[in-house]
């Protein structure tokens, strides 16, 4: 087959996978770790949701999220405690996002689109990144229908820049009689995107996938973008 055609159906390839990518929303991955000792089986056991963070305490924000984790634990058969009940259970939540950090990155020369393409290693390349003094990096592996593509006329380095944000939950549930660690939980993910209202209910439900989870465990979960209506 000439190199023209294979040329031809190179960039139609491209073209159909870079539709695909821009029709579908990115799923949600976090790293999840989970911890217990002697937490109880759900049969009614009552619980109230308090923040960590004494700046969060009272918010109208950490109560929206407070009633995610509320709704997760009655759907495994715990219930919120009544008004003025002393409940049995106490659950500890604090959350976050970081400032993010800046990534700069810039792949090799693609004179040809076929260049350590799908034949060999597969079409992901290493991630060269140039620091102070002309240093280079390798960051990790590169989708360059992810990250901007081959740069313009299929020449040249093809450089990208972006801000990568992480973002954590906590949580802790004590035994209100004694104050016994019963569960500890942390969920992380790095994203593009650093608002909370979107970040914090996939890290709730992150956390209660599989919920409690194997002691001492950490494992990825992926949470599916919301459908389309």
Do not use: H
Request: glycine letters at 14%.
């Amino acid at each position: 087959m000439k190199k023209s055609t294979l040329r031809r159906l190179g960039l139609a390839a491209i073209t159909g996978a870079a539709l695909a990518l821009a029709g579908c929303a990115t799923p949600f991955k976090a790293d999840v770790a989970r911890f217990q000792s002697a937490l109880p089986a759900p049969q009614g056991q009552s619980f109230v949701v308090e923040a960590s963070n004494p700046a969060l305490a009272g918010g109208i924000e950490f109560g929206q999220y407070a009633n995610l984790v509320a709704g997760e634990l009655t759907r495994y058969g715990y219930r919120p405690a009544a008004p003025g009940e002393r409940a049995d259970l106490v659950v500890r939540m604090d959350y976050g996002v970081d400032k993010g950090r800046e990534r700069v990155v810039s792949s090799p020369s693609f004179g040809d689109p076929w260049y350590g393409g799908y034949y060999g290693r597969g079409f992901y390349r290493p991630v060269i990144a140039r620091g102070p003094g002309g240093r280079r990096y390798v960051y990790g592996y590169r989708d360059p229908f992810l990250w901007g593509g081959f740069g313009p006329g299929w020449g040249g380095s093809d450089v990208t820049s972006y801000t990568v944000y992480t973002s954590g939950l906590n949580l802790q549930i004590n035994r209100a009689a004694d104050g016994s660690r019963l569960f500890e939980g942390q969920a992380e993910a790095q994203s593009r995107d650093n608002n909370l209202q979107t970040i914090v209910p996939n890290l709730v439900e992150a956390m209660f996938t599989g919920f409690p989870g194997n002691s001492g465990e950490r494992v990825r979960i992926t949470v599916a973008p919301p459908e389309k209506g």
